[in-house]
């Protein structure tokens, strides 16, 4: 991610020449250009983000020492750089001791540029691996509550509570005020912060919140997010989208332990009449219901399955009893014995007896 750099100067050949610096080399990018110090204080105000602001520091009406005052009150983060001449280098000196980051003298030199964005970027990248200071923790005092709450019952929330829940956590980020310059490191302590949370519930799918995590980043990295408004319809967008995978990773453990109550069901009677009926009832579920959420979630219908299962098992007591085939098929749930013919046929190929006969065989 390149670090977004504002220029302030009152003369538009200046401005445009430095527009045209070859930022990028340096990992910078000149993300506009202001007439004076009273425009950069809007263009800040407005939301749009810098990380650095290079200066000129004379300029008609409030100079760039001035300037440099205003932002080290609104905006503590931003570094500024002074552009000065020769003329004014005592005053440039006095203000370094008041808080500027770093000066460059008219005419600087591309080797001067560079030495200055390099300590720019060396002091940006210690900031943020600093993480969060103390202002940023009281900014952050109702988010860290919300989150707290959310902890203490995470287990215990199903999906449309806690995507009610996480709403309202954003709500609150996106309530608080911060200074530029802290996108990164709040929006990693916001979602790692989630992360720990997430990662109690049963039905936690771990390698859905790494992509939606991953593309977040991505989007940062970029530099397609440009504020705190920007970041947080992104966080919005993917914390929607993770929302919605984590309801289906619920319905889908539901489906499968509901699932397996039916089968077990289904296993334990199936020597029993079974009726659709009498499992729908035992699932809680009309049947008609029962019969579609079945098929879908097993990938056969209730019959053929109740039926393949009925089979196997009489296959077990053809193998390994001297039962009949009427005994057979009245301990599997199919008391027609010449049903029970027709059906074992048609799924093994061989009548009852020929199967026996095949397997007895098999053993000599």
């Not at 940023?136 to 929330?157: M, P």
């Not at 109740?306 to 199919?334: C, F, M, P, W």
């Amino acid at each position: 991610m390149n670090y977004r750099l504002l220029i302030v100067d009152d003369e538009p050949i200046v401005r445009n020449g430095l527009l045209h610096f070859d930022w990028e080399s340096h990992g910078f990018e000149a993300v506009d250009a202001c007439g004076n110090a009273r425009e950069a204080l809007k263009w800040l105000a407005d939301g749009n983000e810098a990380h650095v602001i290079l200066t000129d520091i004379k300029m008609p009406g409030m100079d760039g020492v001035e300037l440099s005052n205003e932002i080290r009150m609104k905006y503590p983060d931003l570094l500024v750089v002074l552009l000065t001449g020769y003329n004014e280098f005592n005053y440039a000196q006095r203000a370094i001791q008041s808080g500027v980051f770093d000066y460059l003298l008219k005419p600087a030199e591309d080797e001067d540029f560079g030495h200055v964005l390099v300590k720019c970027a060396k002091e940006l990248s210690e900031r943020s691996n600093r993480g969060l200071d103390l202002d940023d923790l009281l900014n952050l005092s109702s988010v860290i509550r919300k989150i707290g709450l959310l902890a203490s019952r995470t287990s215990g929330l199903g999906p449309r509570r806690l995507s009610d829940a996480i709403d309202d956590i954003v709500r609150e980020f996106e309530a608080c005020e911060f200074p530029p310059g802290r996108l990164w490191p709040l929006m990693r302590f916001l979602l790692t912060s989630l992360e720990m949370e997430f990662a109690k519930l049963p039905y936690f799918p771990e390698e859905k919140w790494t992509a939606r995590k991953e593309s977040f980043y991505r989007m940062l990295e970029e530099d397609r997010v440009t504020s705190f408004e920007q970041a947080n319809e992104g966080l919005r967008r993917e914390l929607g989208h993770f929302v919605r995978e984590l309801n289906l990773e619920s319905s889908r453990q539901k489906d499968s332990s509901k699932l397996d109550a039916v089968l077990a069901f289904i296993h334990e009677r199936y020597s029993e009449v079974l009726s659709l009926d009498v499992v729908a009832e035992s699932a809680d579920l009309h049947p008609n219901t029962f019969s579609s959420w079945f098929k879908e979630t097993k990938g056969m219908n209730f019959v053929d399955y109740v039926t393949k299962y009925r089979i196997d098992r009489s296959k077990e007591l053809l193998e390994g009893t001297n039962l009949k085939a009427g005994q057979v098929a009245e301990s599997v749930g199919i008391p027609d014995a010449r049903y029970f013919g027709q059906v074992f046929k048609k799924h093994v190929g061989l009548t009852p007896s020929e199967y026996r006969s095949m397997f007895k065989s098999n053993l000599c």
